[in-house]
């Protein structure tokens, strides 16, 4: 049986399990990617929450697909969240269509937590905090990740624990890594400390000891911890799971076989993405950054792109144009890109390019697509993925 059944206590996973370049990392193949998956971990954070309400249809498949003893996590929806910032005069009715459409999972009993990914405002822009947390429900765990430091004070700390509200115990380069508890469940997410972005980061094994040995000293003011990792980049962020759970002595024997199997591919697997990458920009071989950035699957779907399917203008420097159907707008100065394919909406956190997006950069201008594509390269936390059909 899974480690989750023996330990129910700890789950660790990832955020989200459908990425392109886990193939050949983790995945051996790219059909049935979830069911794989859940050999290997008991839970998963699931990210498309966030980008779009989603009917109860949703996951009410995912509660069927998953094993017994698995739970997911999801974000909140961005709508309540980012942009009317959890304010409860205006978030009432996305709020309740959101709780309605999970309730599939919470009455399977495979709900593990619901994240409210807070947007990096300080804690004046919120004012009505407390009285968005009063309108949850408390049959469902939640817990808020902070994007500012503001927040940190025992006085939100408390605010969480009078409402049983997990404090997200995050490891960045912006915050500090506070361990507090805050609930009668922990939530733990590490998004890696690389540059260009976070989550392209493989954390070392002694690393990885040290937060286990965070974990081993809270895990005894909790009756459930759930854990993920978010540096989704070449496959590290299940290599690092699946370490965790080896460290917290809780892996069961399919899972060593698979990290030893994982350790022996990151052993003869340079880590030279970058280094390739910035060779390919700066020598102008635009098809290799391409490959690059969107992964081998991507650019070979846009080859079954035609020309003459791409049509686009150019102002100012700011583009906007179609590829197929679908919308797409780059604005090189705001460093943003606006698309509204599917594939790109699951990328967004990623910032991988979708087979429109590498059809459109080869058919632009080469220049223009080298300097973009060198500015995101270089800046790539700057610049902003974004799902919409207007720039």
Known sequence: MGAGLLFPRIYIGTSGWDYDDWLDVFYESERGMFTYYARFFNTVEINSSFYSLLGEKFYKGLAEAAPEGFVFSLKMYQGITHKRLLNPRLVEKELDFFLKSIEPL???????????????????????FNEFLDMLPSNVRFAVEFR??????????KRLADRNIAYTVVDEPLL????????????????GRGERPWYYYHYSLEELKGWASKISEV??????????????????APHNALQMVVLLGIANKRQREKLEEMEKYF????????????????SGDLDKALRLLAGERRFERATGISDSEVKYT?????????????????????RRIVHDCEDWRKSLETKRLCKHIVKLFQVLPREY??????????????????????I
């Open 267 to 282: 052993a003869s697997a340079p880590r030279k993405y970058e280094r390739e990458l910035q060779e390919a920009l700066s």
């Open 148 to 157: 500012d430091e503001s927040w940190l004070s025992e006085d939100i700390f």
């Open 176 to 191: 500090p890594p506070v361990v507090r508890i805050t609930a009668d469940f922990g939530y733990f997410r590490w998004h």
């Open 314 to 334: 150019l102002q100012g420097g700011v583009l906007r144009g179609t590829v197929k159907q679908y919308f797409v707008g780059v604005d090189p100065g705001g």
């Open 369 to 390: 697509s080298l300097n973009v594509l060198r500015d995101f390269a270089e800046n790539m936390d700057e610049w902003t993925f974004e799902y919409g059909r207007s």
């Open 106 to 128: 919470r009455a399977a009993g495979k709900l593990g937590a619901v994240l409210i990914q807070m947007p990096p405002r300080s804690r004046r822009e919120i004012p009505w």
């Open 219 to 236: 895990i005894g003011e909790v009756k459930m911890l759930l854990g993920y990792f978010n540096n989704h980049f070449r496959g590290f």
